[in-house]
Structure formats: C-alpha cells, structure tokens
C-alpha cells in the first residue's frame, strides 16, 4: 500500500473523477434525445414495465442481471432493464449520480470513497458473498495467480518476498474488492504493502499480462479462473485468505438517495426481483455458468457465489471502511454503515 502522502493524493484524484465524471454525464444526456426523454422510474415502456437502466454488465459480476433478466424474474415485478452500454469502472458512480443509469453494483469501499467525496448513493441489498470454506472453492470471490516459467520459485503467497523489488498486480480499478483484498492477504503473510505495485486493467487482459510477464500476479474473478488454468498459471491464494469470512466477497446494488426516496416501490420491486435471480444462480450453478459464458463471451469456470437472503449484513461492511480509514484514504469517522445502506428497502420499516 502506497504511503499516507500517497493515498491521500488518491483519493483526492478519485474525487476528482466523479466530480468530473457527473460533468461530462451531465452534458452528454443534456445532449443525447434519447436519455434526456428517458423518465427512469417515473413512467412505464410501451410494454407497461418501468425501465431500469444499468450498464451494459458484460464483467465478472454480471450472472445475476443474466439470470434475473433472462428467466422473467424483472418482468414478475414489472420492471425491464435498459443496458445502456459500456462504461469504464471509475465512470459508473458518476453515471448512476447523473441519473445516466439508475442501478449497479460495487464493493463496500468503493461505495466508501464515493460517499466521502460526497456522492448521494446508498447499497440496498448485497450482491456477491464469499461461500463458506467447505463450499467448492471456484465460487471464492477472487483467485491470485503467479506464472511459474516467470517466477518458478513461488509457491505461495508469503514466498513473494523472495522477489526483489516492488511487485506489479493487476488490478481493475482502486478502492475494491482486487485491493482491499490483496492487501489483507499481504497482510497476513508478511508481506509489505508498499512491495505492491497497482497496475489497472480488466480481468481479461490480467490473464494475457501475467502470461507476458507484465505483472507478478494476477488476481482475478471466477469467470476467468479457467483461462489461468489452462495457460499453466498457479493459484497462490484466494479471497478467503484475507480473513473476512463471506464479507469479503460482499458488494451492494446501490441506487441515488433521491432515486430512493422518489421510487421506493421501484427499488424494492429490483431488490426482491435480484435476490430471486441470485438464489436460483446459487442453486443452479452449471445453468448459470453457461448464461455467463454465453453473456460476456469468454470461457467460464465458475460465477460468483451470491447472496440471497433479504439481511442487509452491516457487519461485513465495516472491515471495508476501517481498511480505507487505516491506510489513510478517507479519515477516521467520515463515512459510517449508515452513510454506507438503506436498511429499510427490504425490511419494510
């Protein structure tokens, strides 16, 4: 982890992103007919079902919106989604902030470092969890993966020090799951935060990388644990080496307050709606695992593991916030649970 200085200057950038970010989602819907008509969740589409719109969810979290879309579990609660296409991961708060897209989901410091900059958004209800430590380990959030024929004396995680130097780790975009986590393991190993060097880029390409010698280590998502494997890549740790239990896969489908306030029945409606695409993901993983291939189009292993009881869970959010607040990012006590979820879109209190 970089130093004090460092991280501050971080999350200053970070802040910086969103605020322009908004900007530029500003004026682009200001100037695009079709999303300046677009009244959200205030009107219904001719087929009488009220549009949600998301990016386009071709990424390792995508599953639930496959099946929840895909099997008519959307349209049960009379809602349709509206992909509205790519959009890179620094870009998606600010989309959802500008009212671009309505909904999508993200990890708890990532939520954290929005908020702390200022940002009106609140998780509603969990998505991905890490399984318990007997459940198949290919639905484990996150694996790291180093090439032998780069660094064959590594055999795991803590035999990193036997590297020289900083080194490189993919990683898709700060302040998630790729960080929090990897830190944590590091942490747990001996391992020197500040040995370890971000390089940003998806998943995808974080395979090619580590077969190049580009990076050191790859940490990436189920969808991509087959392509490690069969380019000869060894596994030296995974998410449940951080010591968070289930919280350290947790993430949050997060929507604007005012959104919230405005459509409660709407969001309650895609709670209870997602939740049942994510327990029929759970037990019906080779389905779902064909849908996700099938959807982002790259060979699939394994989906996520998913939540799939109503329980908002603020306990598996504050080792999120503590880990920013400890390494700097955002100061003691500026962002709470509270700040972090609505507590009251499934309880009905």
């Not at 895909?70 to 009212?99: A, H, R």
């Not at 700060?174 to 500040?194: P, T």
């Not at 790859?218 to 080496?241: Q, R």
């Amino acid at each position: 982890m970089a130093n004090r200085k460092t991280v501050k200057l971080v999350l200053t950038g970070i802040i910086g992103v969103v605020v322009a970010g908004a900007i530029a989602y500003g004026a682009y819907q200001g100037n695009n007919p079709a999303a300046a008509g677009h009244n959200g969740a205030k009107g219904t589409a001719d087929d009488g079902l009220i549009p949600i719109r998301t990016i386009s969810q071709t990424a390792c979290s995508s599953t639930p919106w496959v099946v929840t879309d895909q099997l008519g579990f959307f349209k049960e609660e009379g809602l349709k989604v509206v992909y509205t296409g790519d959009t890179q991961p620094n870009q998606i708060i600010p989309s959802i902030l500008n009212g671009n897209n309505d909904v999508s989901g993200a990890h708890p410091n990532s939520l954290a470092v929005a908020i702390a900059g200022g940002a009106k958004i609140k998780g509603v209800v969990k998505s991905g969890i890490d399984p318990f430590p007997e459940q198949d380990p290919k639905l484990r959030h996150m694996n790291w993966y180093i090439n032998p024929n780069a660094t064959p004396g590594i055999k795991n995680f803590a035999d990193l020090n036997k590297l020289e130097g900083r080194l490189k780790f993919s990683l898709i975009t700060n302040n998630q799951c790729s960080d929090f986590l990897a830190n944590n393991i590091a942490d747990h190993n001996g391992v020197a935060r500040s040995k370890i060097e971000w390089v940003t880029m998806p998943d995808v390409q974080a395979v090619q990388a580590l077969k190049q010698g580009l990076v050191a280590v790859s940490g990436v998502h189920p969808p991509f644990y087959k392509l490690m494997e069969e380019a000869g890549m060894v596994k030296i740790a995974d998410s449940l080496d951080a010591g968070f239990g289930q919280g350290g896969g947790v993430g949050y489908y997060y929507f604007t307050t005012e959104f919230i306030q405005k459509n409660p029945e709407t969001v309650k409606k895609f709670a209870r709606a997602i939740l049942k695409g994510q327990k029929w993901a759970n037990e019906h993983p080779e389905e779902a695992r064909k849908m996700t291939e099938d959807w982002i189009k790259v060979p699939v292993s394994a989906t996520h593991y998913y939540a799939g009881d109503a329980d908002i869970s603020p306990e598996m959010v504050k080792p999120w916030i503590e880990d920013l607040e400890n390494a700097g990012v955002i100061p003691k006590g500026k962002v709470t649970v509270e700040d972090l979820l609505d507590r009251t879109v499934l309880s009905g209190k």
